[in-house]
C-alpha cells in the first residue's frame, strides 16, 4: 500500500524550486547512482519495470536521513533531532534491470536525483563553506537478505528492532528503520557505501524575508475579515461509536480542546454557539466566509467536532475556525466528507491554514482523494486563490517530501508553506500552535520568517525534554540545554513565494 501510495504521490508533484527558509536546516540538491538486488526472481512472469524497483529501493533513503544516531558522531543529541536530513521523494533519472551469472535474482542499476534540507551543523562538516560536494552514506544494496520475496516478513525477525517499535511492519520499514543502530544494515554484505553529489541551493532571496502578517491582516480577499482555520486529525484510529471517554484520550482531542482555552483565556474571543451568534458576531460580514462545515457540533458518534471562535479588534474582526475528524482521507463508496469539506472551506476562505495530523504516505492531504470524496457531494473543484496571501502550516510527518510540491502546483503564487522536513510530535504539537497564534495575533509585522520559525523551535525545548525524561527531572535538563542554546530541530522550514 505504501509503494501505491507514494508511486500516486511521484505522478501528481513536480520538483519545486520556491526558496525555502529553515532556521535549523539549509536546502541542497542531490544525485547518486547505485546497484541492488531486487526481490524479483529472473524467471518472474511478470511485467516489470525498472523505474517501479528503483522507486521502492529509494524510499529507504527516509529510513537513512531520519536515523538520530548518526548525529552522535558529530556531538549532537538525539534527543533533541530525529533525524539529520529530510528528502524530497527522489526522481528516478534512469534504471535498468540486469542480470548476473546464475544469480536467481534481478539486478537494478539506477541514477536519482532530488532535494533534501539537512541539519546546519551537518552539513558544515559535509561541505565547510564549499558550494558543492559530496558525502558517502551506506544503501542497502541486497534486500533479498532483508524482506521475504514477497514482503510478508523480514529475512530476520532482529530487524524488528532496527525500526521504530510501533512501526515493525514491512511495509513501514524503508521509513523508520535505522541503520546506524544497527551495523548490519550499514555494513557488507546487506549494504553498500554510496557517494551522494550535493550542491547548495543557491538562495534568491535574502533570510529577511518577512512573515507577510501585514497581508493577512488587511484586506486579504475577506474584508474587514481575518480567518484563521485549524485542522486536527486524530492520533489513534478510532472505530465509528468509540466511547467518549476513549476519544477524550486521543492526542488530537487534547490538542483540539487547548486552541479553545488558548483563544478564549490569553486572547479573549469569543465562542460562537450557533449559526445565529455567528450571524449575530459577524454582523453584515456573515456571508463572506462560505461556510460548508457547521459552525459548531460535537457528535462523538461520527467522531466530528467544529467550532467557531470570534474576536472584535477594531474595525477587524478575527474568525477562527478548529475542527478535529477522521483525517485518513480514504476513498470508496462512502466516503466521510467532514474532512475535505472543511479542507475546501479552509483554502476557499483562511488568511491562515493548519493541518495536524499523520501524513498516511501523502495521502491525508491527497488532493486526488479529496476530489474523489467530494464528488460524492456533487462538489467538483476546490478553488486555490493565487491572487490571496496564504500560510499555510502543515504539522505531519516528512510534510516538506509528501506536500509541499503538491500544493504548490495547485497554488503557484502568494503561498507561504510551512512544513517538517523529518518527523513532526504529537507532544509538540500544543507549544507549536501557541507560539504559531502569538505571531499571527500579536506577533510584530516585521518579523523575519527565520526569527518566526526559530521561536516555534526554542518553545518546543520544554515539552520535548519533559515528554522524554519526565516532569520531575525535565527543570535541569532545559536550563542545561537553555545555557547551551540547543532546542528541537525537525528541519522546521517556509517555502516562500518567488
Known amino acids: 500500500m505504501a509503494t501505491l501510495i507514494l508511486s500516486a504521490f511521484i505522478l501528481l508533484a513536480q520538483p519545486s524550486y520556491a526558496f525555502i527558509i ?45 536515523s538520530a544516531d548518526y548525529l552522535y558522531d558529530y556531538g549532537l543529541s538525539p534527543d533533541l533531532y530525529e533525524g539529520f536530513a529530510g528528502t524530497h521523494y527522489p526522481e528516478i533519472d534512469s534504471a535498468k534491470i540486469i542480470t548476473k551469472n546464475d544469480d536467481p535474482y534481478l539486478w537494478v542499476r539506477y541514477s536519482a536525483k532530488g532535494k533534501m534540507l539537512v541539519l546546519k551543523p551537518v552539513l558544515k562538516k559535509w561541505l565547510g563553506n564549499k558550494r558543492s560536494g559530496s558525502v558517502t552514506l551506506p544503501l542497502i544494496a541486497e534486500l533479498t537478505l532483508v ?19 510501533s512501526h515493525t511492519e514491512t511495509a513501514d520499514f524503508s521509513y523508520f528503520y535505522t541503520p546506524f543502530a544497527c551495523p548490519e544494515l550499514s555494513t557488507p554484505p546487506i549494504a553498500k557505501n554510496v557517494e551522494f553529489k550535493i550542491t547548495r541551493v543557491d538562495p534568491n532571496m535574502a533570510a529577511s ?37 476513549k476519544i477524550r484520550k486521543d492526542e488530537a482531542w487534547k490538542l483540539y480542546k487547548s486552541i479553545h482555552k488558548t ?65 485518513s482521507n480514504s476513498t470508496g463508496a462512502s466516503p466521510l466528507l467532514s474532512f475535505p469539506k472543511f479542507w475546501k472551506e479552509a483554502w476557499e476562505n483562511g488568511d491562515f491554514i493548519y493541518y495536524g495530523g499523520h501524513s498516511e504516505d501523502g495521502a491525508s492531504l491527497s488532493m486526488v482523494n479529496m476530489l474523489s470524496n467530494l464528488s460524492h457531494d456533487e ?8 491572487n490571496k496571501t496564504q500560510v499555510a502550516f ?72 519533559e515528554y522524554y525524561f519526565g516532569k520531575k527531572l525535565a527543570p535541569s535538563i532545559i536550563k542545561e540545554y537553555e545555557e547551551l542554546g540547543e532546542y528541537p530541530q525537525m528541519l522546521l522550514n517556509v517555502s516562500v513565494p518567488d
Open 22 to 66: 529553515s532556521n535549523s536546516g539549509e536546502e541542497v540538491t542531490y544525485t547518486y547512482e547505485f546497484e541492488f538486488r531486487s526481490l524479483e526472481r529472473r524467471n518472474s512472469n511478470k511485467n516489470l519495470d525498472a523505474k517501479e524497483l528503483a522507486n521502492f529501493h529509494a524510499i529507504h533513503l527516509y529510513g537513512i536521513f531520519h
Open 147 to 165: 524482506y521475504l520475496d514477497d514482503m510478508s516478513g523480514y529475512r530476520r525477525n532482529s530487524f524488528k528492532k532496527c525500526t521504530d517499535p
Open 209 to 245: 524575508t518577512r512573515v507577510p502578517l501585514a497581508q493577512l491582516r488587511a484586506d486579504n480577499g475577506n474584508g474587514n475579515l481575518t480567518v484563521l482555520y485549524f485542522t486536527y486529525g486524530f492520533d489513534q484510529y478510532l472505530e465509528s461509536g468509540t466511547s467518549p471517554d
Open 263 to 327: 483563544l478564549e483565556n490569553s486572547y479573549g474571543f469569543q465562542k460562537i454557539e450557533s449559526t445565529a451568534e455567528y450571524r449575530s458576531a459577524l454582523g453584515h460580514h456573515a456571508d463572506t466566509i462560505q461556510l460548508l462545515t457547521p459552525v459548531t457540533m460535537e457528535h462523538d458518534t461520527q467522531r466530528r467536532y467544529f467550532s467557531t471562535h470570534v474576536k472584535h479588534d477594531g474595525k477587524n474582526i478575527i474568525v477562527v475556525r478548529s475542527a478535529l475528524f477522521d483525517t
Open 379 to 386: 462538489i467538483k473543484n476546490v478553488q486555490f486563490k493565487t
Open 394 to 465: 502543515i504539522d505531519a510527518c516528512s510534510s516538506y517530501a509528501h506536500f509541499l510540491d503538491m500544493y504548490k502546483s495547485l497554488k503557484s503564487k502568494n503561498l507561504h508553506f510551512i512544513s517538517y522536513g523529518v518527523v513532526s510530535l504529537f507532544h509538540l504539537a500544543e507549544t507549536t500552535v501557541n507560539s504559531t497564534l502569538a505571531l499571527l495575533l500579536d506577533g510584530p509585522v516585521n518579523i523575519t520568517w527565520q526569527t518566526a520559525l526559530k521561536n516555534v523551535e526554542m518553545s518546543q525545548l520544554a515539552p520535548q525534554i
